[in-house]
């Protein structure tokens, strides 16, 4: 029997970890584009990481830093309260280190583009960095901004491997869509998981045509 | 009065060159740097705005010290008050023309300034324009207007005209040269062009390999020029 549950809890883990990823991102992506250090390498590469390892790797090195026997866990169950093995709360905190590099890349491509001479221009008018960074860098760079967050939310989505390493299976908690994919696969029950995957499938499509056509929209307003 | 000593070492693709630019530049003043490219003027300007770093000397702006590597002052460009102009227009494309002004007012400065700034200007018919509108000269027009709102007492100019057109870049030289005298700005621009140096200029500082190679009125330099062959 197809649920709507699995939908609700996908689209609330996507909308939150988009939103935990702006208010973390955008800093870091700021520092990571106009600092130069060793450092920056360092945290680069780490960021970068969920790229090139398979998600199954991630997600087992989160289950083992997160569970309640070791001390990260342990920290956090006894300090914050805080549990982070299958639990919602548990697949943001994947979420946002597994979409990371997704959005922190587009944000840094947009950060290139901004041509310097516009932020030294409204230094000399007297604006901080921080008003620069508002009112000017990022409205100019909407595009990397947009194309960013859509592609975190649909990964978001999309993620398999490491919500099922940390989250398991747990109906309304951690049960998101490509688990509950693979949960009716298991059970044969093939219809289901054709309709889930269908639904998927066209929401990617229709998220993928509103990044191309936003950008279009976005590129065509500056150029008038 | 300006005072300025300025050091740094220069990385260009021709190997490396010692910038060292020393001068006093007075009051109400319009200097011209003159030279050709990569002798350091647009260095030297920036370093004047504080959005390049000297490695040694000192900047006294009337009394204040903006730069002093021995005392290790260096104060930000936004505290240093200078109009700058950059010669590729550096107007934000996000906002329109008016609102390119607005964004230059100070905290509880009003903005009769800037209506003020873009009839002076002649630019009150594109204030709803955005930049991407414009032509090169009206663009110039709007990045002049611009670094005027916060009235400051300096007025750097970075090839703000080069890539104009003759006409045009005639009557931006007259626009200058009005707003030079009527606010009693202190002005340095860069150029590369003999006559509007010599329109423009009460003094001229020949620029080449980092040093100065030449200071005095634009008369005087390029007749000394002239007689000595030296091709300015």
């Known amino acids: 029997m197809p649920e709507f549950a699995p939908f609700l809890l996908t689209l609330k883990l996507a909308i939150t970890t988009t939103l935990v990823l702006v208010i973390i991102g955008i800093p870091l992506a700021y520092w990571l584009s106009f600092r130069r250090s060793v450092l920056k390498v360092v945290v680069e590469s780490v960021i970068g990481l969920p790229l090139v390892l398979p998600p199954s790797v991630l997600g087992f090195y989160l289950l083992l830093a997160f569970s309640p026997e070791n001390s990260l866990g342990k920290w956090l169950d006894n300090y914050f309260d805080l549990r982070l093995v299958f639990t919602f709360q548990g697949l943001v905190v994947a979420s946002v ?121 976005l590129q065509k307003s500056f150029s008038q | 009065m300006i005072d300025v000593r300025l050091l740094k070492m220069l990385h260009g693709t021709d190997g490396n060159m010692q910038l060292r630019f020393e001068t006093q530049i007075q009051s109400g003043e319009f200097v011209t740097l003159y030279g050709p490219s990569g002798a350091g003027k647009s ?73 003020e700034l873009l009839d002076r200007m002649e630019l009150g018919q594109l204030r709803l324009k955005r930049p991407s509108f414009l032509s090169g000269g009206q663009k110039q027009r709007v990045a002049l207007a611009r670094a005027l709102v916060r009235t400051p007492k300096l007025l750097l100019l970075d090839e703000p005209l080069s890539a104009l057109d003759s006409d045009i870049r005639m009557r931006l030289q007259d626009y200058i040269l009005e707003i030079h005298h009527q606010l009693h700005l202190t002005t340095i621009l860069v150029s590369h062009d003999y006559k509007e140096v010599v329109k423009m200029s009460d003094r001229l500082i020949v620029l080449e390999g980092g040093k100065i190679k030449r200071e005095g009125s634009p008369d005087s330099i390029f007749d000394i020029a002239l007689n000595k062959s030296i091709k300015y």
């Open chain 2, 43 to 115: 260095t030297v300007l920036r370093m004047l705005a504080g959005l390049t770093d000297p490695e040694d000397g000192y900047i006294i702006a009337n009394d204040i010290n903006w730069f002093d590597k021995r005392q290790k002052i260096n104060l930000r460009p936004q505290l240093r008050c200078v109009g700058m102009v950059f010669q590729e227009y550096s107007l934000f494309p996000n906002m329109t023309v008016r609102e390119n002004l607005i964004y230059a007012l100070e905290k509880g400065q009003s903005d009769e300034v800037v209506d």
């Open chain 1, 97 to 217: 280190i597994y979409s990371l590099p997704f959005l922190i890349q587009s944000v840094q491509a947009g950060f290139r583009m901004i041509p310097s001479a516009l932020i030294d221009a409204s230094y000399t008018l007297g604006k901080s960095r921080f008003t620069t960074l508002v009112k000017v860098i990022l409205p100019n760079m909407k595009t990397a901004l947009i194309t960013g967050c859509i592609l975190a939310f649909a990964h978001t989505v999309g993620e398999f491997g490491v919500v099922l390493m940390i989250g398991g299976n747990i109906p309304h908690e951690t049960r998101v869509i490509s688990v509950a994919i693979y949960d009716e696969v298991q059970a044969m029950n093939y219809s289901t998981a054709n309709l889930y995957s269908g639904i998927l499938l066209l929401f990617s499509f229709v998220v993928l045509m509103g990044v191309y056509l936003t950008n279009y929209r």
